[in-house]
């Protein structure tokens, strides 16, 4: 073993949330993607784009694509394909004064492999000299501003002692998985805009390790692709962890190692690998480069105000898919979670400090407060109402004056909560005393009939349901809007429930055949790692939990 194990403690509580992966996902993957593009009058040109996925092969990830087929309703008048200075095969079609919609779509099958065995590397920090076709991702740019002072003086501390480029790596990496916050629509997808706010989506996350690494002298690209919802399950030793992303466009990156090539992470969760959900396409020095696929450009007849309606959806059947995937909790890495195959090298571990519990209140503390000062706390942040089938990035003109719409990374991160046979649980902490009155949750309605409601429960102090507390007010199936997107449902309770401060859980119940999706957001943004669960018939114990946290809001009073 070549691991130096250099601990660094802090005197308060600590818990991190590492975990060393290892075993196989193999799986074939019949995958479609189907875009119904609509011309309204006065279109003269329409012009798309597509990246030819390509076979790759890296240390931990294997992507081999086969039968690559792209179909159009009505064929276009001319068809060409060209090689960009990165690499990347883009396939441009285009229509003169298209007057109907036109449906395209595109098919291939992935064998897709993730191999999480113990991986070797020697690569030194500081790096050396790279070949020129390498150097080129070191390069700053409007997005990745990695020779801006405030970002080489950042990357340089978290980066300072390290000996090995992965102990640079991984400690760059750790601080940024603790420090950003996920958003679906952040308002620009640059890396200062990510360090100034704190949050962003998975280009910000992309951009920002980017723009670290890079300065420090670490080759880095970003990759661009889908990602596919087909969960999967993680054997803990403590239970089972359910992995789920989106269906559709993400953002990762890969980092250049001079022993191993090119190696992938996605900056949002894991280190030296993604799963084999990931599908990927197109690559480049960042996501203002990586634009050719999924571009829809248009010009119109003069005087004309002619635009384009988008309609894209993803399909992925899974021929074959084999999980067999096992993780251990380490006791150093980040507070939120993260996952890494064994890597061996030399390289620190280090914990992060936890805040301290809030202190507990008496009946006596409870009767003296008067509860007169509204209070609003959850995970707030989802695009409400959104319809995820029709998003796009707005038109803008180009140079030459065409219209033009890119590739959007706005997707819908839900899960189907009202399954027969699973019931799912949030917790929250309160660190003020709270009269309740409603809890919101972020909910669409597809179909169906029946009742939904809300049951409130104490933590048992192992960090899983106990004591039922409360149960909200039903609500018939009839009262939710049957819309497109997600929106606020309110569950009210007309008992004055007082909570004092502590851990609570709120599940979500029903009754008769509802088909109804709760939103959730990647990590952990207002709750704990292991706060979100879910149990079926067959378990005695709430052993099962998600790697993300419902979108919940608490409502009522707190006292003074």
Known sequence: ?????????????????????????????????????????????????????????????????????????????????????????????????????????????????????????????????????????????????????????????????????????????????????????????????????????????????????????????????????????????????????????????????PDMGWVPFDPQQMQMFVSNRFIRIEIGVDNDETIADGSVRWTRVKGSSGQVAFRETYDAKFVTDNVNLFAERTDYGPRKMLFTPEVETMFSQATIALAAAPSPMDDGDIKTLKFNEPFEFGNLDFPADADFLQTRSPATTASDGALEMRKNFLVETAEYVTTKGHQYAQIFMLEKPLQLENIGLALHKFGGDGQLWVEVYRDDGTGVPGEHITTSVYKTLESIPLKPGYRWVNFDFDEKNVLVPGRYWLALGFTGSPIVNWFFSYGKPSGIVDGTRYKTVFDETWGRYLNYEFNYRIVGKTGS
């Open 1 to 257: 073993m070549k691991t130096l194990v250099c601990l660094f403690l802090f005197l308060v509580p600590c818990l991190a949330e590492n975990f060393l992966l290892n075993g196989e996902q193999t799986s074939v993957i019949d995958y479609k993607m189907t875009q119904e593009i609509t011309p309204s009058k006065g279109i003269k040109e329409l012009v798309l784009s597509y990246v030819v996925a390509r076979s790759f092969r890296s240390p931990s990830y294997r992507q081999e694509i086969k039968n690559y087929n792209l179909d159009f309703s009505i064929k276009p008048v001319a068809r060409y394909t060209e090689t960009d200075k990165r690499g990347n095969e883009i396939i441009t079609v285009k229509w003169n004064n298209p007057k109907k919609t036109i449906t395209n779509t595109l098919s291939f099958t992935a064998h897709n492999t993730t191999s999480l065995q113990i991986l070797e590397t020697d690569a030194p920090f500081p790096p050396g000299n790279f070949p020129a076709e390498i150097a080129v991702y070191l390069q700053s740019t409007r997005a990745v501003p990695a020779n801006y002072d405030i970002i080489k003086q950042k990357a340089r501390q978290l980066a300072a002692d390290s000996q090995t480029q992965f102990d640079a790596v991984q400690k760059i990496l750790t601080w940024i998985v603790d420090y950003m916050n996920y958003i679906l629509n952040p308002e620009s997808f640059d890396a200062l805009y990510a360090i100034k706010t704190q949050k962003g989506n998975c280009q910000n996350y992309s951009h920002l390790a980017a723009t670290f690494l890079r300065a420090v002298g670490i080759p880095v690209r970003i990759v661009n692709g889908v990602t596919i919802k087909e969960p999967y399950d993680v054997k803990l030793s403590n239970g089972t962890l359910t992995m789920r992303m989106a269906q559709g466009r993400h953002s990762w990156i890969e980092v250049y190692f």
